[in-house]
């Protein structure tokens, strides 16, 4: 096995009352979308757009995420009254966003395993081109939580073996897994207040 893995540290540290959540929602939702609820508003601010200003809109939310290992943990308790089913469930968290925000737009997950980032953000884009919506929300994360998920991936022989990720390079062995959690808004460019790139064009094959 690799020795190596990435990480995300304090991933159990979530302000719920900021996003109006319960301590016991909170609790046993899965880390990932209490982490891209975060980013979410961070994405929206660095923006320079007030979440407030969004509610109403035409507003797209996409996640795109093809991995999940916390729902098995907690279903399988008898405790939490169901929450579980709702709080560690993927084909939902756009909407946990959506209504956070209150938006009006899209709103579901796109799972193309590894692409899954680059079909939303293309999505978004041609949705916004063709002016069903006003603005969109790309949010995606993966957590490394289940050490027999990692030990699959091994068997499969995909992973790195010195522990380091080498793209398109003849020392490549493989790759690395890793926690992470990112956030893009996306918008036209006339309606924006900071730029930090501009996509030109997407295509999906």
């Known amino acids: 096995m690799p020795h190596r893995i990435g990480k995300v540290n304090n991933i159990e540290k979530f302000d719920s009352e900021f996003f109006n959540i319960s301590a016991t929602e909170a609790y046993i939702m899965d880390p990932m979308i209490r982490m891209l609820l975060e980013h979410t508003y961070e994405a929206i601010i660095d923006a320079g757009v007030n979440p407030k200003e969004l509610q109403g809109t035409r507003t797209n939310v996409f996640t795109a995420i ?4 916390t729902q098995g943990h907690f279903s399988c308790t008898s405790q939490f009254a169901g929450l579980p089913m709702t709080a560690c469930n993927v084909s939902l968290m756009a909407n946990q966003i959506s209504y956070w925000l209150g938006v009006i737009g899209k709103s579901h997950n796109i ?39 990692q030990f699959q991936f091994y068997h499969l022989g995909v992973l790195s073996s010195d522990g380091y990720c080498k793209p398109f390079d003849e020392e490549g062995t493989g790759y690395m897994r890793s926690d992470t959690a990112a956030v893009v808004y996306l918008q036209k460019a006339k309606n924006a207040r900071r730029i930090y790139a501009t996509l030109v064009h997407g295509k999906v094959n």
């Open 66 to 69: 093809s991995a999940f290992e």
């Open 111 to 149: 799972d193309t395993a590894c692409s899954s980032s680059n079909v939303a953000i293309v999505k978004a884009y041609e949705l916004i081109q063709s002016g069903e919506c006003d603005a969109a929300i790309i949010a995606s994360a993966n957590l490394c939580l289940n050490p027999y998920v």
